[in-house]
């Protein structure tokens, strides 16, 4: 990675992968799509148009193919966890070869499973923070004034983080790099298992929620940070209850947008995980409990 430019493939060019792939060949970096037949079809024949509150409406040219066939310096992962296993079967391991794997997935346990796939240190987690959709094969709607990107791996070489966070600065210019994975992955995660439980749960935006559900917010909260902390990674409940008040009322969370899309939903990966977390520290979570719960019965 001596060079300014990159090469990238991106696994799931939805909204968070639409959005970089768009951004990052914007800025001259050669990006390969990685995604179905009628995807890739569409996205060779009219690239990805972007219309964003941070980057301005463009349209952006990007290679796009149904497998990775040549290697590149870093394979974005953007795909929902649910379609993890079968995205994977896209990137085979002599196309793969020397890349970084940088998942923008939501959860915690996503990393320890790409390093059964792939080399540990050439797996390099990162979280994303943005409300991007995409309405259409090929387009992409930022809603959100914002996108905050941490990037990390604990064993990673320090250049090749340095070398990959140069290049995604394009999407965030203060994006950071973490020394501590877990509490990178915690900071998302203690932020994101309350918005995206709650509103799922009731079908309501965040302003909904401030507004009808905040004691329960408030308790949610309280819960995965002890869950954190118990993990090793910092946790301020306080910060996080300020930051939801600043979202605009009408945001959603991406798996409240899954369950009004009739989607398979993360709950697995978000809920479920932080469940499995506090068993084993054995931190009491019966808020996090029940809406788990009654997430899963309204699935079924």
Known sequence: MANDM??????????????????????GHRVTCLAGEETVTTLRTHGIRVRSLCFGDFTARVDADTELRATVDAVLIAVKHTALDAALTRIPA???????????????????AL???????????AVIRVESTRVAPGVIEQSSRFTGIDLSGDEVPRDRL??????????????????????????????????ALLTTR?????????????????????ETAAVSRACGAPADPVRALTLYGSFEPTTKSSMQRDAEAG???????????????????????????RLVRELADATR
Do not use: C
């Not at 990159?6 to 800025?27: C, D, E, I, M, T």
């Not at 020397?98 to 915690?108: E, K, Q, S, T």
């Not at 469940?275 to 009491?284: S, Y």
């Open 115 to 125: 390093r059964s796939f792939h080399r540990p240190d050439r797996v390099a987690p």
């Open 263 to 289: 989607r398979p939903l993360e709950l697995d990966a978000i809920g479920g995980a932080l469940l499995r977390a506090a068993e084993r520290h054995g931190v009491p979570v019966p808020v996090t409990t």
């Open 202 to 222: 009731y079908g309501l935006p965040m302003g909904g929620v401030l507004e009808h559900h905040r004691a329960q917010l408030t308790a949610l909260v309280e």
């Open 162 to 195: 340095d070398a990959l966070a140069k290049a995604l600065a394009t999407v965030d210019p203060i994006i950071q790099v973490h020394p501590d994975e877990t509490a990178a992955l915690w900071a998302k995660m203690a932020f994101l298992a309350p918005f």
């Open 6 to 27: 990159l090469s990238f493939a991106v696994l799931g060019p939805g909204g968070v992968g639409g959005l970089l792939a768009a951004v990052l060949s914007q800025a």
């Open 94 to 112: 002599p196309a793969l070869g020397d890349a970084l794997l940088v998942p923008f997935l939501n959860g915690i346990e996503h990393p320890a």
